[in-house]
């Protein structure tokens, strides 16, 4: 009698065991089909707090894959009205973050004031200008939009449609 009720348990836990497992892999599979996919993420906007950044600061964070450079500009860093973005009395250079080259990630030098690529040595102003070396054409600005003091990436806005046109 004690063997049959032994094996009863045994029974009871290991059917308990195995829905317990079986049940876990049901709400990862579950979890997985309401993730939104990766191309819809990877297409999504990005909000960037722009009040946070210091004057002469440089932000780079990742948009799409892609490096984005958001540089707060100091009052004797060089202005550009064709491609600065403007929020309030701040003056900001977003661009792409890729040597219009071949694609190297250029650094920013705050004492010169130039985006340095050390690939072939191709150079950028502050407001990703080309100005010496191989790379063929300034940097990309992307899409974007000032809401308040937040900058929404991949929208295009009022700010970047103005600043598109004045390049037509
Ligand atoms: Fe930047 Fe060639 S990739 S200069």
Sequence with gaps: MALC???RDFIGIAFGGVAAVGGIFALGAMKKSWDPLPSVQSAGFVTVDLSSIAEGEMKTL???GKPIFILRKTVDT?????RDVLVGDKVFTLVVGLCTH???IPYYEGKSKVFKCACHGGEFDASGMN??????RPMDIP???????????GEEGLEYKKLMAKKA
């Design 102 to 104: 071949l694609g190297c």
């Design 62 to 64: 990742q948009w799409r």
């Design 78 to 82: 060089p202005k550009n009205e064709q």
């Design 143 to 153: 899409p974007f939009k000032i809401d308040g003091e937040k900058l929404v990436l």
């Design 5 to 7: 009720q032994n094996r």
């Design 131 to 136: 100005t010496f070396g191989p790379p063929p």
